[in-house]
């Protein structure tokens, strides 16, 4: 993690601090004044219902080693100990990330998409770190705040920083990708996350696209080659070298299907490299083959990566399965959802054996179309093979509406606890259950209850 001394801070944020606290060191950066470890330096910000300079002086007390004070702050400034004053304590965060990073001096391999962020972060760790050290976003710390403390939690020998960025709006991937001045920008995919905000998916490729501002003028572009609204980004992109990633043979690296496996898939590289990832779901080999792609830029051979691979694991509620007590296997994929990630789910599931069983919960947030995009996801069902439907929330009736003429039973909950009753009821020895929804349905207490069950 950061550790310098005031004197270096001033030559890195525009700020003012007193001449006496120059040699005092910061070890770590805290926005929690709750939490004060010693040495850190403490960040407030204004929010809509609390103002964190209020703990400024309490944080010191605790242990800070200095903190940032916003100078037009209503609040009083603490009377002793180290106060950096800065015009906005969000902007020196940022400043102080940025020069950071520069300091350090990782590659930076830069991480955003609808879909599959976080699984590709993970396995470009996994690729990666048989050979360099290596560090990533922890948790969901991919915004205006999260990933400059994700930096700042850099350890100085660190070799390679993988960043996810998420936003929700136009201008926030900007933002994030100018403080990371990334050597690797990575497109997962454009689903339909943030429609609400963005009003289509054109508006999300146009947003996510904004993940090339900061990239090095000799840097890597990497997308989905097979997303037709990205083409149009992709050639006004004239500096850094580009790398499409799909299922079609235009692209650079082209993925296919070899064989499902209970616990994994088996898929080739332009047809010459096989790789087998202990990971579900057929659209896992697309994030699979950026992380390859990387790993060769970086020079690991086609054996450390697959080597890498055999050890892979993905952050939790991520088709992580489980067995219940009883025999059946129950996938929990309830971290988030989006429509073609569950259309992605229902392959997976699809090509698993046993008694299909699908729990679905709402979308959220997709605005105006979320009737006609959750009706999408029931209409997928169609000659997928899926035996049962069960859905729960408002905008997942939708998916039930419109698909339960494509299953044996569909059978549609307004209440999770009845949900999670009928669930426990009908799993059995010979049962494959696939659990998805958005982060705010909480639908991982569903398999919660069916591996508990007794």
Same mark, same amino acid.
């Given at each position: ?31 929690? @004044?709750?939490?004060? +470890?010693?040495?850190?330096?403490? *960040?407030?910000?204004? #929010? $809509? ?6 703990? !400024? ?119 994030? @990708?100018?403080?990371? +001045?990334?050597?690797?920008?990575? *497109?997962?995919?454009? #689903? $339909? ?6 009003? !289509? ?129 129950? *996938? ?123």
């Amino acid at each position: 993690m950061i550790n310098i001394t005031l004197k270096q801070l001033a030559e890195w944020v525009d700020c003012e601090i007193e001449p006496q606290y120059l040699d005092v060191e910061i070890k770590g950066v805290t926005i929690d @004044s709750r939490h004060i +470890q010693k040495g850190q330096l403490f *960040i407030p910000f204004k #929010g $809509e219902n609390v103002d964190g300079h209020q703990y !400024s002086e309490q944080a010191l007390n605790d242990g800070a080693s200095a903190t940032f004070f916003q100078k037009n702050s209503t609040m009083t400034a603490p009377s002793t100990g180290p106060v950096i004053y800065v015009e906005d304590t969000l902007i020196a965060l940022q400043q102080l990330a940025k020069a950071y990073l520069q300091h350090v001096a990782p590659t930076v391999i830069a991480v955003t998409g609808s879909n599959g962020k976080t699984t590709t972060k993970d396995m470009l760790e996994n690729v990666l770190s048989g050979k360099f050290r290596v560090q990533k976003t922890q948790g969901n710390y991919n915004n205006e705040i999260g990933m400059p403390l994700t930096i700042l939690e850099l350890k100085e020998d660190t070799e390679v920083s993988i960043l996810e960025m998420g936003m929700s709006g136009f201008h926030e991937i900007e933002l994030l @990708s100018n403080i990371a +001045q990334p050597d690797f920008a990575v *497109i997962t995919n454009i #689903g $339909e996350s943030h429609m609400q905000d963005l009003g !289509s998916r054109e508006g999300i490729a146009k947003a996510k696209f904004e993940i090339v501002t900061g990239l090095k003028a000799d840097g890597y572009f990497i997308y989905d080659g097979d997303e037709p609204l990205l083409q149009p980004h992709v050639e006004t992109l004239s500096t850094a070298h580009q790398v499409s990633v799909g299922l079609s043979p235009s692209n650079d690296m082209q993925c296919q299907m070899v064989t499902h496996h209970d616990d994994g898939i088996t898929f080739t590289v332009n047809g010459d490299v096989t790789y087998r990832i202990p990971i579900l779901g057929e659209h896992n080999m697309r994030n699979a083959t950026i992380a390859i792609t990387v790993g060769r830029i970086m020079g690991l051979t086609d054996e450390q990566i697959q080597q890498q691979f055999t050890e892979l694991k993905l952050t939790g509620m991520r088709m992580q399965k489980f067995m219940t007590p009883n025999g059946a296997i129950v *996938i929990n994929d309830a971290y988030n959802a989006s429509p073609t990630s569950m259309k992605a789910a229902i392959d997976t599931l699809s090509h698993m054996k046993g008694d299909r069983i699908l729990v679905l919960g709402d979308v959220l947030e997709l605005g105006d179309q979320s009737r006609q995009l959750h009706a999408s996801v029931g209409a997928y069902l169609e000659g997928k093979g899926i035996n049962q439907l069960y859905t729960y929330g408002e905008g997942a009736m939708d998916i039930h509406e419109k698909g339960k003429s494509f299953v044996q039973e569909a059978i549609h909950f307004d209440k999770k606890d009845k949900l999670i009753r009928y669930m426990t009821s009908i799993v059995g020895q010979h049962s494959v259950v696939l659990v998805k929804a958005s982060r705010g349905m909480h639908l991982e207490e569903v398999v919660e209850a069916l591996v508990q069950a007794e």
